[in-house]
């Protein structure tokens, strides 16, 4: 489900009740509520807004959990879900091309934040989706949003020079991407080739492990080819804040996140807790999105060239100039300590290094 097109199309009600309070709530409302989108609105997700999702509205109207009449997810069947269905009356809601939705509306067990989830809910876009294409990656959408990028200081250290100065960005469109790091099985179902060197006989499991020794070329030929991109610095950033500002994302037993670095081990495998390896994908707590291993097991490409911040708003920042011949990762690794792990730790590598089993790959994808 995704791919909303609005067609405002007159509409009329036999209950003189439902016409007045239509109109009412048109007049008032309506700009707002189409900017919540028609996908959101196809309740019974049929790919057309009109009398079956308004019917199945009225019949779920009061304090409703995580059900698909809640269009903007606070919780309540009520007048302003009423106000998203009529909105967009008429419209019509392709579903993904490229995906299969798994999930429409973000499971609050999952996606803790609140804010969060009325956000997700606010694109019309299905929240969970597996790329149909091989090798069928999984994925969670990511709201537009600004937030503060740069250094988030933990208890136990500053920041170094290049998470500096902060500066706000804003991301004006949601995006997909990936919940957990490119698997190992994953990789050689589209090359035929596995680079790894956690890999089997001598490692357990390796096709669940994350896919490592590449190059920032290979890990965007290999997205590329599967429909997917790498994400952007600000991209992954703001991903794995999840809506928190401490140096480390959320817990569930630190819901508004963290700066203790000896926190990390729940959240990443890294040097204390991993035996001098990389472990299998999703085996530790996701932040508030639902993104797993952003701390941690090994390193992942961005498509940004390594470069200096500026202390000015930016929107939709894509990195510095290729004069700096560095390509950016993110995220720390399984040799390192929880320092290198956190939300505003930068690292920089040759594109065309790949001989580390440190860096790793995360894809995303536009809507």
Avoid at 39 to 59: E, H, K, M, T, Y
Avoid at 116 to 130: C, F, K, L, N, Y
Avoid at 185 to 207: D, E, H, I, R, T
Wanted: charged share 10%; proline share 7%; hydrophobic share 40%.
């Amino acid at each position: 489900m995704a791919a909303c097109i609005s067609r405002p199309t007159a509409f009329t009600f036999a209950h003189p009740v439902i016409a007045l309070i239509a109109a009412t709530a048109a007049l008032l409302f309506a700009s707002a509520a189409r900017a919540q989108g028609a996908c959101g609105a196809d309740i019974n997700r049929d790919g057309v807004v009109g009398p079956a999702d308004l019917s199945q509205l009225l019949g779920a109207w009061g304090a409703c959990s995580n059900c698909t009449a809640d269009t903007n997810l606070d919780g309540a069947v009520n007048a302003a879900d009423l106000t998203v269905v009529l909105a967009n009356w008429g419209a019509s809601c392709a579903p993904l091309t490229w995906a299969t939705t798994l999930e429409y509306s973000p499971n609050p067990a999952v996606v803790t934040s609140a804010a969060m989830r009325q956000a997700i809910a606010a694109t019309g876009r299905p929240w969970r989706v597996r790329t149909n294409a091989s090798p069928q990656i999984e994925m969670l959408l990511v709201p537009p949003g600004t937030f503060q990028m740069g250094c988030s200081s933990s208890i136990q250290a500053g920041c170094a020079t290049d998470e500096v100065p902060v500066h706000a960005v804003t991301l004006t469109s949601a995006f997909y991407l990936g919940r957990y790091e490119v698997t190992q099985a994953q990789w050689l179902a589209v090359v035929g080739l596995n680079p790894s060197f956690f890999q089997a006989p001598n490692y357990p499991n390796s096709g669940n492990r994350p896919v490592e020794r590449l190059s920032q070329i290979q890990a965007a030929s290999f997205a590329a080819s599967s429909g997917l991109r790498l994400p952007t610095e600000a991209e992954w950033e703001y991903a794995y804040r999840g809506g928190t500002t401490t140096a480390y994302h959320s817990t569930p037993r630190a819901p508004m996140g963290s700066d203790d670095q000896n926190a990390v081990v729940n959240i990443g495998w890294i040097e204390a807790n991993s035996s001098g390896q990389t472990h299998i994908v999703g085996g530790l707590a996701p932040n508030a999105l639902g993104f797993h291993d952003m701390s941690g097991n090994v390193y992942e490409w961005c498509s940004d060239w390594y470069g200096p911040y500026s202390a000015s708003p930016q929107t939709n920042p894509t990195g510095g100039s290729s004069a700096s011949g560095e390509r950016v990762a993110r995220g720390g690794s399984y040799n390192l300590p929880p320092y290198y792990a956190g939300a505003s730790k930068r690292f920089k590598f040759l594109p065309n290094y790949q001989f580390s089993p440190i860096i790793g790959v995360r894809v995303a994808r536009n809507p």
